[in-house]
């Protein structure tokens, strides 16, 4: 091991932080180990170095190039390429000083502090972040599996080579056939993720495939920002909004005399899936059998696969955390942040993610110095959501703990549905706006 | 980086992690507005630097639908008084950094 | 959305975004402008300011056009026949210079020629912001020969008040906005001016210069 002043000296040429008294830390570097290099993650690593610059700390992630989910729909329309989803580690390397690994985290030794991995290297830490993200539990739609969502029916939910496939699915799907896209229970990853993406398809068959028609089938009898998609969708694409969500509508909406290129079918109207018939190309649901040409189910998940096999998880797969420092409530010194933690009112997404990480990075500052964290944190969660590419809405809201749960600051959290034109478009402007600096926030 | 050691040294010399929930606080908004307030070329704006009462002012004003706004009404509307204050002072002495 | 330019290529992490080109009009000529500027509808003052609320203009640049945050462009006094060519020019896409054009295209692209010529009718008719009494420095009333550097005030007027050859007034902007115009103008990302005029003039000019001109035309009484 380097003595401290071997370290500082060396840290300093990469990062002026480093040269800063280390305050009331011990000489021994306090080390944090985090697995996952994804949104929670990166972000948990880059502002624990901002705030105590002499702890050592280390990613573990398997991939050395980081594909954003956020924004990943894009790529079926060729707004994006997949190309420009990618994000590196380099600036967390070199301007914050943190160790990236490339490699899997593959034991627990919780008594010992000690993480194993696949390379067969040990870390030991004083505090352990586990940010796993989600895992898609394909089996739980019967006849589906991960096999044949790499082939035949793509989720393309953690973007890669599914989204590709699904992309060259729609791409190539014939004139006037049918896209169906199997929404998922609560709670899941990116809660307007679904029906944005019916959107954007419709859009794009609007000019390329102007038959073609794109049904969600759902469990759920309503969505996040619900009202706001099926006013778009009506505006866009013809569709025909349910009397049932016809309250605050704003006055121009129509009744369209033709069916139009989306469809929503919700848990009471037998949107319900019951299995997926691969050779069929058909997905049965509780109101019938609905035949397509491309098939996209978004499968009902569960906390990363690491959580569960370090026992953080409980019954229904997610962990419970403690709200203030993230720690694990089942194994102490161990953290976990993002979609694999219960965060109560925070909806699974990217922004609730990074802001969860930077709370639990400020906690994490104080526990390895022997202090106490600020016991009233506060958090955030803005989506931007798209449903077509120059109409944007959001939802957004604050959070704070009441009663030791993370609950929603009273205000409203969505788009007015009255928005005026040229909010919808600035919505569409800060979307966009959003991933580069969001992306910065979380990684550079 | 030499925004970070400024942030840090100003940390440093109040007491340590004093007023941190006003940091918490404003971190929430550097998803969109960057990291200590800066965003280089973007549509949306830095915060950093903003004089504290232009900051309330516009909180306020995006309260009240003064200021016509997207998602920053109901944010504003979210944060009490004085949370809007100690995040105007906390942006306030934030440095601007070189603006692109 | 073909018009939006996202040049998140310049990220210090190599995240990429979408990148497509702007679709650029032809350069302006004396003529082709004059001709564009001649032939507007006749612009509505009273309309335009509720424009300037309805379509949030205001939320920038003020509902009397001074912005409520010095990081965005005063408008008030502009002269009318530039604040057209300003519309005009981010609805085609010819002002692209970095993403915060991304705003105003959006915003231009919901307006007609009538809406544009009444938003700048309302500008024209607000109370410019006027210049301090201050040292005035030698590149605004003698430029600079050496250095082929005309006088500011040749175009801009001696207090900036502009509408020489149908340049914009500068009088009052603040330092940031300006400072931000002569650094876009000077590295070329700005090339939606007549002949290129600005792009030569600020080429010639150093950073202090550049910040020194700002602090000039930004002071106001």
């Known amino acids: 091991m380097i003595s401290r002043r071997e370290f500082l000296s060396l840290a300093a040429a990469f990062s002026a932080t480093a040269v800063l008294p280390a305050g009331s830390f011990a000489a021994n570097k306090a080390k944090v180990v985090v697995i996952g290099g ?23 992630e398997q991939n050395p190039i980081y594909i954003r989910p956020y924004g990943s729909s894009e790529v ?14 380099d600036v967390l390397r070199n301007q914050y000083g943190i160790k990236v690994a490339i490699d899997r985290a593959i034991g627990l030794d919780a008594d010992r502090k000690i993480i194993k991995t696949a390379s067969g290297t040990d870390y030991a830490y004083d505090r352990l972040v586990v940010s796993p993200g989600i895992e898609l539990n394909y089996e739980r739609v019967e006849g589906y599996s991960k096999e044949l969502a790499e082939t035949k029916a793509p989720s393309g939910w953690i973007p890669g080579s599914q989204t590709s496939l699904l992309r060259d699915q729609i791409k190539t799907m014939r004139q006037g056939g049918t896209m169906l896209i199997v929404a998922p229970p ?13 959107a954007l398809i419709a859009e794009w068959m609007q000019k390329h495939n102007p038959t073609g028609k794109v049904i969600i089938t759902d469990p759920k ?31 121009d909406v129509v009744e369209h005399s033709t069916p139009g290129m989306i469809d929503w079918i919700p848990g009471k109207d037998g949107g319900t899936p019951l299995t997926f018939d691969a050779a069929n190309m058909s997905v049965k649901t509780e109101g ?9 189910i978004v499968p009902p998940m569960k906390a990363g696969k690491i959580a569960q096999q370090f026992g953080l998880t409980n019954e229904q797969g997610w962990c419970p955390v403690n709200r203030v420092t993230f720690e694990s409530q089942k194994i102490a010194n161990v953290h976990v942040l993002g979609d694999a933690s219960i965060a109560d009112a925070m909806p699974k997404s990217g922004f609730a993610a990074n802001t969860q990480a930077k709370v639990a990075a400020y906690a994490i500052a104080h526990l390895l110095a022997g202090d106490t964290p600020e016991q009233s944190p506060a958090f955030e969660n803005t989506c931007y959501a798209l449903a077509g590419s120059d109409y944007g809405f959001f939802v957004s809201a604050v959070y704070e703990l009441r009663d030791g749960k993370i609950s929603k600051k009273e205000a409203p959290g969505l788009q007015d549905l009255k928005a005026t034109e040229a909010q919808r478009r600035l919505s569409a402007v800060y979307q966009q706006a959003w991933m580069k600096s969001f992306t910065e926030d979380c990684f550079a | 980086m030499k925004k970070v050691m400024i942030l840090s040294a100003l940390l440093l010399s109040s007491s340590a992690f004093a007023d941190e929930r006003a940091e918490i606080m404003a971190n929430n908004c550097a998803g969109c507005h960057g990291t200590d307030g800066i965003v280089e070329n973007s549509a949306l704006i830095s915060i950093a630097g903003l004089k504290a009462d232009v900051f309330i002012q516009t909180m306020q004003d995006f309260r009240n639908n003064e200021r016509a706004s997207t998602i920053m009404r109901n944010v504003a509307l979210a944060l009490s008084d004085d949370e809007i204050a100690a995040m105007a002072k906390y942006f306030e002495a934030l440095p601007t950094g070189e603006e692109k | 959305m073909k018009k939006l330019i996202l040049s998140g290529l310049l990220l210090v992490a190599t995240t990429s975004f979408a990148s497509e080109q702007a679709t650029q009009t032809t350069d302006w000529t004396s003529s082709s402008l004059r001709q564009a500027v001649s032939t507007r509808p ?12 309805s379509l949030m203009c205001s939320s920038c640049h003020g509902k009397e056009g001074l912005p409520p945050t010095h990081r965005w ?7 009318e026949s530039y604040t057209y060519k300003m519309l005009l020019d981010y609805q085609s896409g010819a002002r692209s210079e970095d993403n915060r054009a991304n705003i105003m295209t959006a915003v231009a692209d919901l307006m007609s020629e009538q809406d544009m010529s009444d938003i700048a009718a309302y ?3 607000l109370p410019a912001p006027t210049l301090a009494q201050q040292p005035v420095p030698a590149l605004v009333t003698e430029g600079d020969k050496d250095r082929l550097i005309t006088a500011c005030a040749s175009c801009h007027g001696l207090s900036g008040q502009g509408g020489i050859k149908g340049t914009p007034a500068i009088a009052g902007q603040t330092a940031e906005t300006l400072k931000r115009a002569l650094q876009m103008y000077r590295s070329g990302n700005r090339d939606s001016d007549l002949y290129s005029v600005m792009r030569q003039a600020s080429q010639r000019l150093t950073s202090s210069e550049i910040d020194s001109l700002a602090n000039y035309y930004s002071g106001t009484n």
């Open chain 1, 221 to 251: 009898d309503k969505f996040t920002a619900g009202n706001n998609f099926l006013l778009g969708w009506n505006r866009l694409y013809g569709y025909n909004i349910p009397m049932e969500f016809m309250d605050d509508m704003p006055d």
């Open chain 3, 123 to 125: 500008y024209a008719s």
């Open chain 1, 38 to 60: 994804g949104v929670g993650g990166a972000t948990f690593a880059k502002y624990l170095r901002r705030k105590a610059p002499d702890v050592d700390v280390t990613i573990i």
């Open chain 1, 76 to 89: 079926l329309t060729g707004h994006v390429n997949m190309s420009d989803l990618e994000v590196n580690y």
């Open chain 3, 42 to 53: 006749a612009g509505d003052a009273i309309r335009g300011a509720k424009l300037n609320e």
């Open chain 3, 73 to 79: 462009p005063a408008v008030a006094g502009q002269l």
């Open chain 1, 186 to 198: 609560n709670p899941y990853r990116c809660p307007p993720g679904p029906y944005e993406r019916g």
């Open chain 1, 288 to 296: 019938g059998n609905i035949k397509a040409d491309v098939i996209n």
